[in-house]
């Protein structure tokens, strides 16, 4: 029987659309919800910055509670607890209660990609893995475009702590979607090493240190984007139900071109993904101190845009490829690690350099790093993940 794309839809697609919207819903208005407590914008970065670190952190046990519970049953999990999380923010409690939300939800989120990302690589063959891929890297971008937009009315409407609201309701839709699968289709064989993370990375530490590392660094840029153009907003004094529209526009960009990076994939290879997206984002965050009001702010939005579409998929593919069988949860955390540190390091790192030198040139800073990660991929892509023969 051949595989079907669209079978990935409830286990896969719609749960991915609805916590990547509850994602990007959250993300304009977390550092607006913290400078509204009376901090400023490092203190307001902090707590984006814990949100990316805690799901850094919670790869290994997020590997752990996959091998024992399985995937469909660590999705589950991690709906739920992402739902509570939320509460804690949608309450208005204060600012440790805000940074206490964003811990919860990363580890969540990180909890829920895993088994997700372990889950797809058994449930999809190699052969049609980049066009699978693409589609769910743009259900990421629907979900950013998405999440935004319908953040941005219900703030317009019902002020800002609705948007927290919005997000309880978006995790939770998730998790009941899942749950809505019967558990027999989502059953996967178990690993045969027992979530002994440290055991499968050394082995494969040649592939982590050069293509994982990569992959962390292109997180890393996407996280600038996504964590850096928020606090760029809040300093042009943009408000957030603009801002969060911006972002939706924008995302409207990467979710029109999704597809178009699996074909590349597929026909052309995946450096022709990864490489451009890395250069084309560094070359925009170079930029940042010329944008300087609304009009210069919607130039660089769109550019990045634009730029993230072209690798769409780029690390869950790379993931499942590097993959060795029988360990496949244990190698994807420590892949997964250094993508979620990339995540985490990013906009910790503008935190510190917006303190320092101001938020223009932490964002050029950190762009440079693109550069890096575009010459491991060219260099390591052909070593370690050559592309298949079409014949």
């Known amino acids: ?16 659309f609805l916590l990547n919207a509850t994602e990007a819903a959250l993300l304009p208005v977390l550092p607006v919800s913290a400078v509204s407590y009376g901090l400023g914008l490092a203190e307001a970065g902090v707590v984006v ?6 799901a850094m952190l919670f790869e290994i046990p997020a590997s752990w509670l996959t091998t024992k519970l399985g995937e469909r049953r660590a999705m589950l999990l991690a709906a739920t607890s992402a739902t509570l999380s939320l509460s804690l923010a949608y309450f208005n409690l204060g600012y440790l209660a805000l940074i206490a939300a964003a811990f919860g939800f990363g580890c969540s989120y990180a909890l829920f990609g895993l088994a997700r990302h372990s889950l797809l690589t058994h449930l999809t063959p190699s052969a049609v893995r980049p066009r699978a891929m693409a589609l769910l890297g743009g259900m990421f971008r629907g979900g950013w475009a998405i999440g935004p937009i319908i953040g941005s009315g219900v703030i317009a409407l019902f002020g800002l702590q609705s948007a927290y609201l919005l997000a309880m309701v978006l995790a939770l839709s998730a998790g009941l979607i899942v749950f809505s699968v019967k558990a027999e289709k989502l059953a996967s064989p178990p690993s045969g090493q027992h979530g002994n993370v440290w055991r499968v990375a050394k082995r494969e530490a040649p592939k982590l240190l050069t293509l994982g590392i990569a992959s962390g660094i292109i997180s890393g840029a996407r996280a600038i984007r996504l964590i850096g153009l928020p ?8 408000d957030a139900a603009t801002s969060s529209f911006i972002f939706g526009v924008t995302g409207l960009i990467d979710f029109a071109l999704f597809y178009v990076s699996g074909i590349v ?18 070359i925009a965050y170079l930029f940042a101190f010329y944008v300087t009001d609304l009009t210069s702010f919607w130039i660089l939005a769109a550019v990045t845009s634009l730029a993230n579409a072209m690798s769409a998929g780029i690390n869950m593919v790379l993931g499942a490829d590097l993959a060795p069988d029988g360990a496949r949860s244990e190698f994807l955390a420590s892949f997964r690690l250094l993508t979620s540190g990339g995540s985490a390091f990013a906009p910790a790192l503008i935190s510190g350099l917006t303190a320092v030198a101001g938020l223009p ?19 390591y892509l052909p070593i370690y993940a050559p592309e298949k023969s079409k014949d």
Do not use: C, D
């Open 265 to 282: 994939m597929e026909k052309y290879g995946k450096v022709w993904s990864s490489v451009p997206t890395l250069l084309m984002l560094g």
């Open 1 to 16: 029987m051949s595989f079907q794309k669209r079978s990935l839809t409830r286990p896969i697609y719609a749960p991915s």
């Open 231 to 238: 606090l760029l907003a809040v300093a042009l004094e943009i």
């Open 361 to 379: 040139a932490a964002l050029a800073i950190t762009g440079l790093s693109n550069f890096l990660g575009a010459y491991l991929f060219w260099k």
């Open 49 to 54: 910055t814990i949100m990316m670190v805690s």
